[in-house]
């Protein structure tokens, strides 16, 4: 059984194969008489609406489903709520806390799991921000990504996708904010080229796309204070893009706080890329799943 914890459960060869079938024009009806189940144990706007969607335009049947509600290890193990889940749906989402939540649910190894994100990985995310650059600059190797701001689940994704499309990913990030040696030895495997450092201006010298997050993510809210002191000069301003290259694409998984991590000045200027890429983001689920079911048939 195939499952998507992270993006590079799938070969580069695969990720390629998924992204062709993000094309709009690619819905086979793969999920035709069949649910697939959305554990939702955090919010969500996107990932919610993106992958009810993409079930539907697979003709099948989505069923939003809050963490709370089932209960996971609270009312029933994860491996009893995903047995008894794949006794009516053919397939899985969940966000969750703990990564180790998806790894579980996998481990049933029942039926297809997707993570939709976890405090490690966001690899739906991006898959829609590689399908976001390649509409935006025809094509995705050799094309420079800098990320600013916390080195998280989304910026893990992101490298590690980038590096089996064979770009290059430099980080701005804070000191304690910045990648530990078991991800740059998992991002490495992909062969990405990776510069870090705690320069905002050094990581967007040049770049094609500059890539924002929140600086507090799900999960973190107890160190809002903190971490508002710590990023402190890691904000993309309209001067920060200036220092990238003149037709830098600003991208942003969202939701932005504005007057953070990214003014309202970079979010609605022309630059910004930000609405294509959550639309790509049924795009890519759509992708992913019919790929997903088709392999696991
Ligand atoms: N980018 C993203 O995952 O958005 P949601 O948290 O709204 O799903
Ligand atoms: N890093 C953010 C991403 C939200 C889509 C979080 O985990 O909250």
Redesign the pocket.
């Known amino acids: 059984m195939r499952h998507l914890l992270e993006i590079d459960d799938l070969s580069a060869e695969e990720m390629a194969a998924v992204l062709k079938l993000s094309a709009p024009s690619a819905a086979p009806r793969v999920l035709e008489g069949l649910g697939m189940g959305l554990v939702f144990e955090?919010?969500?706007?996107?990932?919610?609406?993106?992958m009810e969607m993409a079930v539907v335009q697979l003709g099948g049947h989505p069923m939003y489903i809050q963490g709370s509600e089932v209960g996971m290890d609270t009312r029933e193990s994860v491996e009893d709520v995903t047995r008894t889940l794949a006794c009516y749906h053919a397939a899985i989402g969940a966000?969750v806390f703990a990564h180790s939540t998806v790894e579980r649910m996998a481990a049933v190894d029942i039926v297809p799991v997707v993570n939709?994100?976890s405090d490690q990985a966001?690899p739906?995310?991006a898959l829609a921000d590689l399908l976001t650059i390649e509409t935006v600059f025809g094509s995705l190797a050799g094309r420079t990504i800098a990320y600013v701001g916390d080195a998280n689940n989304?910026t893990r994704s992101l490298a590690l996708a980038a590096g089996m499309a064979g770009m290059t990913m430099r980080v701005g990030a804070p000191p304690g904010y910045q990648f530990d040696q078991v991800d740059l030895d998992r991002i490495a495997a992909t062969g990405l080229d990776l510069v870090v450092t705690d320069r905002p201006e050094a990581a967007v010298e040049g770049a094609d796309v500059i890539y924002a997050d929140v600086w507090t993510s799900?999960g973190q809210e107890a160190e809002t204070e903190q971490r508002l002191r710590d990023f402190e000069g890691f904000a993309v301003t309209a001067d920060l893009l200036s220092h990238a290259a003149p037709d830098v694409a600003f991208l942003h998984?969202?939701?932005a706080h504005r007057g953070e991590e990214v003014t309202d000045e970079v979010v609605d200027g022309a630059a910004s890329h930000v609405w294509l890429q959550?639309e790509n983001?049924m795009h890519a689920a759509r992708g992913l799943l019919a790929w997903l079911m088709q392999e696991n048939s």
């Open positions: 955090k919010p969500s706007a996107r990932t919610r609406n993106s966000r939709m994100l966001h739906l995310q989304v799900m998984c969202l939701p959550a983001r």
